[in-house]
């Protein structure tokens, strides 16, 4: 069995967004953007922290520049559901083809 999750239950601003204001032409913001792409980076980060207590994982950094995401809370505030995603499949999600 496939489920299928929209990004509005995955990523809280994108839901804040989708029920405060669609029909009133308000947008995904730019900056939100970077959170559709690392929702796995940042549901493996959040669950090692969860394990090691420690937000230092190996994609902590990435996630730091790329989408602005510095801290477990700041990963949490964002994040609506958690995937449970292993290293490989980070890995293999952000690999750049060759």
Do not use: C
């Not at 032409?25 to 929702?39: D, F, M, Q």
């Not at 990963?75 to 293999?92: C, N, T, Y």
Request: net charge negative; aromatic share 8%; glycine share 6%.
């Amino acid at each position: 069995m496939k489920v299928v999750m929209g990004e509005a239950q995955r990523v809280r601003p994108i839901k804040e967004t989708l029920n405060d204001g669609w029909d009133t032409g308000a947008r995904v913001a730019p900056e939100h953007l970077p959170y559709i792409e690392h929702w796995d980076t940042m549901s493996y980060e959040i669950l090692r922290s969860n394990l090691t207590g420690k937000w230092d994982g190996p994609f902590t950094k990435m996630l730091e520049t790329e989408a602005n995401i510095r801290s477990k809370e700041e990963a949490l505030a964002v994040v609506g559901v958690l995937r449970s995603v292993d290293f490989e499949q980070v890995i293999e999600a952000h690999a750049s083809p060759i």
